[in-house]
């Protein structure tokens, strides 16, 4: 069995916070300075280890493949139940492919014993209609386990998991699987499959061992490190009049809890003058029920005016050895009116779709419209990348991709990094963020760092807003009274667009076809890549509007908190989308184009005015710093510009990268030059060699850069390609860019559930560009 020892560090730095009276202003010449943040206000203890232990940890998984299920003999000891099946050749790969004339149940031999969450990962295409398949698990055949799995259409290779229920008891064994397929008119074809048994929300970061780390349990992690029964903990402080308790939170992650009761958390503060206090707390979670985060408060005013010590010990109601987590603990001074900071970013979210500016023929966003009317529009914003994890990367840096390092979504934030979270995090606040999807978790991305807490979909792809939030609210009452700065990303906007029916209906009736092929309107040129059947386009635009509406729903119940709603509020995206008119990538966010840059930018905070609408030309990077001056910490040193003091006269260009470092952008006014970066940009391009091509485009009638402009304007091309190229000759790269943790594989399976498979490789030489090139695109500018 394979041991992570924790580390002979004596001395951990954990942060504890104090957190003094803050009280926002209620003048109208906006938010005041923190000022009462000084040496007394934000006490940081020093926990200090009881011993040294070697702690091992259960980390063998059940796993079986099914790899090359194309090949003869593969599925020799499977059961069709009567399915037709035949090996072929598709787009070069060998497949199994399976006829659904009939309802099958096909049988495969199994031997597992799971613990954790069972999930079945298929790698299939299914290009003519979706359809559920079934699953089940057996022994002796007896069914101890069931999921079902939702199968869409694609035209490309898919990969999908099948996520059964977590096991209850200690164990689950499996000899047999049985999938259910129905009757269809048409066949799927199955490349391989793979099973595993996946620790949900176990996964133990080795930083946690003699240091601190984000810890997940489910889909909630929080900054922790590890004790057990035989290494504890403590630490000594002073406590003041404005102190009144002690918080921490604690938890077993399912990957090292052992069969048996679960341990008690002992806590001992002691101090000279005074009784001790003790605590003693149960876990939550045993080999018959998943484990959670539980929070402790301890108060502390028979202390005040005591150098006190506090202890934390493990410990076990049957002499065994364990393991367990506690976040780390803070000393908090509640006071009611503390300040309260939203970020808040919708995924994929056009700029031009929220119903304020669109009208009648744009989505309904009520809880938007009403957010810009009580606060500041930015109508003219970009993004400075067009995809997921590097803009927020951006976003949390205040830096450039360029910069950054960071173009493509499997590239992590390096710990190095500093970020908007950890500023308001050293500033004394409490810092949350709640994510919907992969490219943005915390152990893929690296935008956990500064956050006490962050919530990730768990095992899954994406989730639904509903959920993320959920999980946000449920969070919001354990900082009652403590400065706050939150996070919430969405991504309902991103493809593939699947609303809920009562949300669509407002813009594509429910008497219409939408996959009638003999409709007059049907083009299927214009189908999304996610669901090729689709022939009328407009509903694939109203799913997009749905989509929007929902958000906007969904943000109702957050934003209607009178802590949120009086606090500091921004709201805006990664990136936008290309509808029908996209050149490469309908429906989708693949090319660098001004649809693809554009995004919506609102704040809302005392003093700013309500109901501006501005045209100044502002970045998306320009958040951060924005934030922080406006929830009154100017002084704090963090990259970027206020975008509230950019004129509407400001003619300053604005760069962009394309995702994967294919390509970088320029906007000045309305025109957009697109200069190509590497050898090839994207399967099934028919223009010229990209590797260095310029074109230019007239954003005001062509967003998505459909039409290149070059040659009827060659000396505007020509100053517009010196510029950009004078900028990619000034990156300052920080070497931000490392691995992401976690297993690779997995990694990848989830970026391709959500469609960007073929876009993840930000793989690029030392410069962006080289600067003495004589392709045949250079040399025309020499």
């Given at each position: 069995?394979?041991?992570i020892?924790?580390r002979?560090c004596r ?6 916070a104090?957190?003094?009276?803050i009280?926002c202003?209620?003048e109208t010449?906006?938010?005041?300075p923190?000022?009462?943040?000084d040496g007394?206000?934000?006490q940081?203890?020093?926990l200090?280890t009881l ?11 059940q796993?079986?493949e099914?790899?090359n299920?194309?090949e ?10 009567g399915a ?10 060998s497949?199994?492919t399976?006829?659904r004339?009939?309802?099958s ?11 954790d969450?069972?999930q079945?990962t298929?790698?299939l295409v ?9 699953g089940?698990l057996?022994?002796d ?8 799995l939702e199968v869409i259409?694609s035209?490309?290779?898919?990969t ?7 096991v209850?008891g200690e164990?689950?064994k499996?000899d047999?699987?049985h999938l259910e397929?129905p ?12 099973f595993e048994?996946?620790a949900?929300g176990?996964?133990l970061p080795?930083?946690?061992f003699g240091?601190l ?6 889909t ?5 490190t590890?004790?057990?029964t035989?290494?504890?903990?403590r630490?000594?402080f ?5 102190v ?14 052992r069969?048996g009761?679960?341990p008690q958390?002992?806590?001992t ?5 005074v ?15 998943p484990p959670?985060?539980?929070e402790l408060?301890i108060?502390?005013?028979?202390f005040v ?6 202890r934390?010990?493990?410990?076990s ?8 987590v ?7 001074a509640r006071?009611?009116?503390p ?9 994929t979210h056009?700029?031009d779709?929220?119903?304020f500016?669109s009208?009648?023929?744009g ?7 009403r ?6 529009a930015?109508?003219d914003?970009?993004s ?7 803009s927020?990367?951006a976003?949390?840096t ?9 173009v493509?979504?499997a590239?992590?934030?390096a710990?190095a990094?500093p ?9 004394g606040y409490?810092?949350?963020a ?7 978790c915390?152990?893929f ?6 956050f ?9 792809s ?9 999980q946000l ?10 400065p706050?700065?939150?996070?919430l990303?969405v ?7 699947d ?8 813009y ?5 076809k939408?996959?009638d092929?003999?409709?007059?309107v049907a083009?299927f040129?214009l189908a999304?890549d996610w669901?090729?059947?689709?022939a009328d386009?407009v509903y694939?635009?109203?799913?997009y509007k749905a989509e ?5 729903h ?10 949120f709603w ?5 709201f805006?995206a ?13 429906f ?10 554009a995004?919506?930018?609102?704040f809302k905070?005392?003093?700013?005015g309500?109901g501006v ?7 998306q990077?320009?958040?951060g ?5 406006l929830a009154g910490?100017?002084e704090?040193?963090f990259?970027?510009?206020?975008v ?19 390509s970088?952008?320029i906007l000045s006014g309305?025109?957009?030059l697109?200069l190509g970066l ?9 223009r010229?060699?990209?590797f260095?091509n ?6 005001e009638?062509d967003e ?8 009827q ?5 020509a100053?517009m390609?010196k510029?950009?190229v004078r900028w990619?000759e000034d990156s300052?790269r920080?070497n931000?860019?490392t ?7 997995e ?5 391709t559930?959500?469609g960007y ?5 930000g793989?690029?030489s030392?410069?962006w560009i080289?600067i003495?090139?004589?392709?045949e ?5 020499d």
């Amino acid at each position: 069995m394979p041991t992570i020892s924790s580390r002979t560090c004596r001395s951990l730095a954990l942060t504890a916070a104090l957190f003094l009276v803050i009280s926002c202003s209620e003048e109208t010449g906006g938010a005041q300075p923190l000022a009462h943040y000084d040496g007394k206000a934000l006490q940081r203890l020093e926990l200090t280890t009881l011993g040294e232990v070697e702690l091992e940890i259960p980390v063998d998984r059940q796993a079986q493949e099914w790899p090359n299920l194309g090949e003869e003999g593969s599925t020799d000891d499977w059961n069709f139940g009567g399915a037709k099946t035949r090996r072929l050749e598709l787009d070069g790969e060998s497949i199994l492919t399976i006829y659904r004339k009939d309802r099958s149940l096909i049988q495969i031999p199994a031997s597992l014993t799971l613990r954790d969450t069972p999930q079945l990962t298929f790698d299939l295409v299914v290009r003519n209609q979706g359809f559920t398949i079934g699953g089940k698990l057996l022994k002796d055949g007896v069914v101890q386990s069931s999921a079902e799995l939702e199968v869409i259409k694609s035209r490309n290779f898919q990969t999908l998991a099948m996520t059964f229920p977590p096991v209850t008891g200690e164990s689950l064994k499996c000899d047999m699987i049985h999938l259910e397929i129905p009757r269809g008119e048409h066949p799927f074809g199955l490349r391989a499959l793979s099973f595993e048994d996946v620790a949900l929300g176990g996964y133990l970061p080795p930083e946690a061992f003699g240091g601190l780390a984000l810890v997940e349990i489910g889909t909630d992690a929080r900054r922790g490190t590890c004790i057990s029964t035989e290494i504890g903990a403590r630490t000594q402080f002073k406590v003041s009049e404005e102190v009144q308790e002690l918080v921490l939170s604690y938890a077993t992650p399912r990957s090292i809890m052992r069969s048996g009761p679960p341990p008690q958390l002992r806590v001992t503060v002691e101090g000279s003058g005074v009784e001790r206090s003790q605590v003693e707390a149960p876990f939550a979670g045993d080999d018959q029920s998943p484990p959670s985060w539980r929070e402790l408060s301890i108060p502390l005013g028979q202390f005040v005016g005591e150098e006190v010590e506090a202890r934390f010990e493990l410990i076990s109601t049957d002499d065994s050895k364990r393991l367990a987590v506690i976040g780390s603990p803070q000393l908090v001074a509640r006071r009611e009116s503390p300040p309260t900071v939203l970020l808040i970013s919708s995924d994929t979210h056009r700029s031009d779709h929220l119903g304020f500016l669109s009208g009648a023929d744009g989505p309904r966003t009520e809880m938007i419209d009403r957010l810009a009317a009580e606060g500041v529009a930015f109508l003219d914003a970009t993004s400075s990348i067009n995809n997921t994890t590097p803009s927020h990367v951006a976003l949390f840096t205040g830096l450039n991709p360029r910069d950054t390092g960071i173009v493509a979504n499997a590239i992590r934030l390096a710990e190095a990094a500093p970020t908007l979270a950890e500023c308001f995090a050293e500033l004394g606040y409490a810092t949350l963020a709640a994510v919907s999807a992969a490219p943005v978790c915390s152990q893929f991305s690296g935008l956990g760092q500064g956050f006490d807490r962050y919530s990730n979909p768990g095992y899954r792809s994406a989730r639904d807003s509903e959920e993320t939030l959920a999980q946000l609210m449920s969070w919001l009452p354990d900082y009652e009274g403590r400065p706050l700065f939150v996070w919430l990303h969405v991504y309902d906007a991103h493809s593939p667009y699947d609303p809920p029916p009562e949300f669509i209906t407002p813009y594509y009736p429910e008497h219409l076809k939408p996959r009638d092929p003999g409709s007059p309107v049907a083009n299927f040129d214009l189908a999304p890549d996610w669901d090729p059947d689709i022939a009328d386009p407009v509903y694939t635009e109203s799913a997009y509007k749905a989509e929007v509406s929902y958000v906007d729903h969904r943000l109702t119940e957050l934003l209607s908190l009178d802590r949120f709603w009086n606090g500091t509020i921004a709201f805006t995206a990664d990136h936008g989308e290309t509808l029908r008119n996209g050149e490469e990538n309908r429906f989708g966010h693949r090319g660098l184009s001004h649809s693809n840059l554009a995004v919506p930018m609102i704040f809302k905070a005392k003093g700013i005015g309500t109901g501006v609408r501005r045209a100044a030309p502002v970045q998306q990077i320009d958040v951060g710093r924005t934030l922080l001056d406006l929830a009154g910490h100017p002084e704090v040193e963090f990259p970027g510009t206020n975008v509230f003091q950019v004129s509407e006269q400001d003619d300053s260009p604005r760069f962009a990268m394309q995702a994967n470092g294919f390509s970088a952008s320029i906007l000045s006014g309305k025109w957009m030059l697109l200069l190509g970066l590497r050898p090839t940009r994207s399967s099934g391009d028919e223009r010229r060699d990209w590797f260095h091509n310029v074109t230019l485009h007239d954003i005001e009638v062509d967003e998505a850069c459909r039409t290149d402009l070059s040659e009827q304007d060659p000396v505007r091309t020509a100053r517009m390609r010196k510029m950009l190229v004078r900028w990619l000759e000034d990156s300052r790269r920080n070497n931000w860019e490392t691995a992401a943790i976690g297993d690779q594989d997995e990694i990848a399976k989830k970026l391709t559930e959500l469609g960007y498979a073929s876009m993840e490789n930000g793989e690029r030489s030392s410069d962006w560009i080289e600067i003495d090139c004589s392709c045949e695109n250079c040399t025309r500018f020499d």
